[in-house]
């Protein structure tokens, strides 16, 4: 069955380069999130969309971290001026609606290691 | 701030054993406690335990939460070499849909 798709599966950059991270949650899923695990700990959240906008960002670090949901299915997370801190696997997640009591179903995640 | 803690933070066990893995949380208007496994990048879900649903259970795996405590345990037993993992607790507030992530409990299962 079609599960949330993420590509590239890993992205190595050069510090201060942009990257662009895309998701693809399950069809018919309206909220989608971002979250960023780094080695040895738990997903930290980054952001959550209901349908196209960004329903809420306080996860988003600073301002060099953008993410875009424009046609309400496909998301994809910017990174500019990537830091050597940006290295984590980033993982989607998506659910069917973002109310009541709906499980996140995730990604394989995009390994981004900035050199 | 909320907050999710595992522990241990690695177990390592014989197949055929039984494991308890913990999980306690600190957060505002909690509305469920999540649990997943991590095998290679993606979390798979588990269980979700609710105020009206402490208890779960799907075969060899079940999971109980003690809201006065502010906690909850997955159990494993007979453990097999493929339930060798990294399992991860989370919380949902009411107000809002993200997740908070304990940092997990690495599992390994020996033959």
């Known amino acids: 069955g079609a599960g949330v798709s993420q590509t590239p599966s890993n992205k190595v950059t050069e510090k201060g380069k942009y990257v662009e991270l895309r998701c693809d949650p399950i069809?018919?899923?309206?909220?989608l999130y971002w979250y960023r695990q780094s080695l040895g700990q738990g997903p930290e959240f980054l952001i959550y969309?209901?349908?196209?906008?960004?329903?809420?960002d306080s996860g988003l670090p600073n301002d060099r971290f953008f993410a875009v949901r424009p046609e309400g299915s496909v998301s994809t997370l910017k990174i500019q001026r990537t830091e050597r801190g940006d290295s984590a696997v980033y993982l989607c997640a998506s659910s069917i609606t973002s109310g009541g009591y709906n499980e996140q179903f995730f990604g394989p995640g995009t390994r981004l290691t900035v050199l | 701030e909320d907050k999710v803690v595992q522990s241990p933070l690695s177990l390592v066990v014989h197949e055929g054993d039984t494991v308890t893995l913990n999980c306690s949380y600190e957060v505002t208007n909690f509305r469920s406690l999540l649990w997943y496994k991590q095998e290679k990048k993606a979390p798979t879900f588990l269980f979700m335990l609710t105020s009206s649903g402490i208890e779960k259970k799907s075969g060899r795996l079940s999971s109980i939460l003690d809201k006065k405590e502010l906690s909850s345990i997955l159990n494993i037993t007979a453990t097999q070499t493929g339930d060798s993992a990294i399992y991860l607790c989370a919380v949902r507030r009411n107000a809002g849909n993200m997740l908070t992530f304990g940092g997990g409990t690495r599992l390994m299962v020996k033959p």
């Open positions: 969309f209901q349908g196209t906008g960004a329903a809420d």
């Open positions: 069809s018919g899923h309206t909220a």
